[in-house]
């Protein structure tokens, strides 16, 4: 078996190899070759594997900027479209991939990949950890009023068409403050790819204006029997977030709201007036994240709180283990190799999962990963982030 790295005329080939992977047909691109999950694609960016001249494996990566603790962008490669034909599987194929992957993601530079994972089993070999969650929230609209009154004159619903650049300049201004989000370029909106809401599938835009008539937030949704589902409400200002929600509420020939996805821990559920008008369900991961180069990854993350702590990291995948002494101080931490005793011994899938603060060390060590040599609280409060860690990018 062969890995090599991939260039635009193995578009067709990988594509081919991709869908059979997943077993569906692909889709028509539009007139302009957009409109389709992977039209945003860079092809220098992918890996094929073959066995006799003929390619049985796929893999490729986007350059994303992801949102860490403190509000600081970090560049990050979205691994997707990790395929392996049904005939060739379980002979570790999407290992080598990885392998050649990872390596060459770190010979460039890159300190961080993420991706959303099909199942829950596939990842965590290769050093990932699930970092971020999500769930659905269902409001009946006769239970909906909230306990301080909201307006929502500033909103107009414009047609998809209508709102591409509006939708990416206040998703821009949003992904930037929430820690766990990722860009979505510019080239992404254009070619209208990946799912919906953000391909051009059958969608009602709801804008929020500022006192200034700036687009400040929006909501994607569709209206059915009933149900109104909201894809995303995306603002960087919980003020109008409770203003697209009672937008949402408000619709007439509505029984029920169901937001799609909302972040643990979201405020919607306390701005209801009866605290149980806004049950959740179907809690699931979302991006999974791993470190390629961990002080790089550690200094990078802003820091809530000063302290220090020493974590003894097994990469068994990349065949490392290293003894890091990291320190934080004014919301900055240094990160150097020791000697000293360990605070927590972990692998670097579950540095991933709690890298964000979408998870606690505590969690990790309650569940039997993590080893804590001592109390586990001061590796709570370290890793703690602004919010919870949240991302709605589908990819
Ligand atoms: C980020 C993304 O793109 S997610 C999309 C992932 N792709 C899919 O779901 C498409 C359908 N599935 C496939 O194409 C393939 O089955 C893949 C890509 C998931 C796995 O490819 P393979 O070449 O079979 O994996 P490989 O042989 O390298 O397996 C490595 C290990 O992972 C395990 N593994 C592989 N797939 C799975 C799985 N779905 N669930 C649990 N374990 C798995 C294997 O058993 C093996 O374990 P071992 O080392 O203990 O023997």
């Known amino acids: 078996m062969q890995i090599r790295s991939t260039t635009a005329q193995d578009l067709d080939v990988f594509l081919r190899t991709v869908h059979t992977a997943f077993g569906r047909f692909p889709e028509t691109p539009d007139a302009h070759g957009g409109g389709v999950w992977w039209s945003a694609f860079e092809m220098d960016r992918g890996v094929i594997a073959e066995t006799a001249g003929r390619a049985v494996g796929t893999a490729i990566s986007y350059p994303f900027?992801?949102?860490?603790?403190?509000?600081?962008?970090?560049?990050?490669?979205?691994?997707?479209?990790?395929?392996?034909?049904?005939?060739h599987r379980r002979q570790?194929?999407?290992?080598?991939?990885m392998r050649y992957q990872l390596g060459a993601l770190r010979d460039s530079?890159?300190?961080?990949?993420?991706?959303?994972?099909?199942?829950?089993?596939?990842?965590?070999?290769?050093?990932?950890?699930?970092?971020?969650?999500?769930?659905?929230?269902?409001v009946q609209r006769a239970q909906s009023a909230f306990r301080t009154q909201v307006h929502w004159s500033?909103?107009?619903?414009?047609?998809?068409?209508?709102?591409?650049?509006?939708m990416g300049e206040v998703y821009d201004r949003y992904r930037r403050t929430q820690p766990g989000a990722l860009s979505r370029p510019h080239r992404w909106?254009?070619?209208?790819?990946g799912m919906p809401p953000v391909a051009p599938a059958p969608r009602y835009?709801?804008?929020?204006?500022?006192?200034?008539?700036?687009?400040?937030?929006?909501?994607?949704?569709?209206l059915d029997n009933g149900t109104l589902t909201i894809d995303e409400v995306i603002t960087a200002d919980d003020a109008v977030f409770a203003a697209l929600a009672r937008f949402a509420l408000d619709?007439?020939?509505?029984?029920?709201?169901?937001?799609?996805?909302?972040?643990?821990?979201?405020?919607?559920?306390?701005?209801?007036?009866?605290?149980?008008?806004?049950?959740?369900?179907?809690?699931?991961?979302?991006?999974?994240?791993?470190?390629?180069?961990?002080?790089?990854a550690l200094t990078a993350r802003g820091w809530l709180t000063d302290g220090e702590i020493v974590l003894d990291v097994d990469d068994p995948f990349l065949g490392e283990h290293h003894r890091y002494l990291l320190t934080v101080e004014g919301g900055m931490a240094e990160c150097v190799e020791t000697t000293r005793d360990p605070d927590l011994s972990l692998d670097v899938r579950d540095l991933g999962s709690v890298y964000l603060g979408g998870t606690t060390p505590s969690t990790l060590v309650r569940a039997g990963h993590v080893k804590?040599?001592?109390?586990?609280?001061k590796a709570d409060a370290l890793f703690r982030a602004e919010r919870p860690p949240h991302c709605l990018h589908w990819f």
Not at 69 to 83: K, M, N, Q
Not at 189 to 193: C, K
Request: no cysteine; net charge negative; charged share 15%.
């Open 251 to 296: 619709h007439d020939l509505v029984t029920e709201v169901v937001f799609k996805h909302v972040p643990t821990d979201h405020p919607l559920r306390w701005v209801l007036a009866d605290f149980d008008a806004g049950p959740t369900s179907g809690e699931m991961d979302w991006l999974w994240v791993r470190l390629l180069d961990v002080p790089r």
């Open 189 to 193: 909106w254009a070619l209208g790819a």
């Open 372 to 377: 804590a040599h001592g109390s586990v609280v």
């Open 65 to 87: 900027e992801l949102t860490l603790p403190g509000s600081v962008l970090a560049p990050a490669a979205g691994i997707t479209s990790v395929g392996v034909l049904p005939t």
């Open 92 to 97: 570790g194929v999407l290992t080598a991939m």
């Open 154 to 166: 500033a909103i107009e619903v414009l047609p998809r068409s209508e709102a591409t650049e509006i």
């Open 109 to 138: 530079g890159e300190f961080l990949s993420v991706l959303l994972a099909t199942e829950g089993g596939i990842y965590g070999r290769f050093g990932y950890g699930p970092a971020t969650y999500t769930r659905r929230m269902t």
């Open 205 to 222: 835009v709801a804008v929020h204006r500022d006192a200034h008539g700036v687009p400040d937030g929006y909501t994607t949704y569709v």
